[in-house]
Nanobody
């Protein structure tokens, strides 16, 4: 399985973006998929996770503003980002674990201007 993230861009503060993570294979059996982000000069941080059963969890910094979802038929996970803030500026990566292997998408840049 390979992951391809897309949907990033430049948006003003308060705006919205929807990121997509398309998998080359079925995501139905994956235990979870998630999004991470890495801002310039900072460590990569976890943003959100969705489990195989559809349960979700969010970092405190994005809870109430971001929504993670998935479409098993399309093998795609989404991250709807609303009320964006300049501090959300980062490269966003989708992530999962397949067997004993960590799988990362290539990242998509999100830039929020003030």
């Amino acid at each position: 399985v390979q992951l391809q993230a897309s949907g990033g861009g430049l948006v003003q503060a308060g705006g919205s973006l929807r990121l997509s993570c398309a998998a080359s294979g079925s995501i139905f059996s994956l235990n979870f998929m998630g999004w991470y982000r890495q801002a310039p000069g900072k460590q990569r941080e976890w943003v959100a996770t969705i489990t195989r059963g559809g349960g979700t969890n969010y970092a405190n910094s994005v809870r109430g503003r971001f929504t993670i979802s998935k479409d098993n038929a399309k093998n795609t996970v989404y991250l709807q980002m609303n009320s964006l803030k300049p501090e959300d500026t980062a490269v966003y990566y989708c992530y999962t674990v397949l067997g004993s292997s960590d799988l990362w998408g290539q990242g998509t840049q999100v830039t929020v201007s003030s």
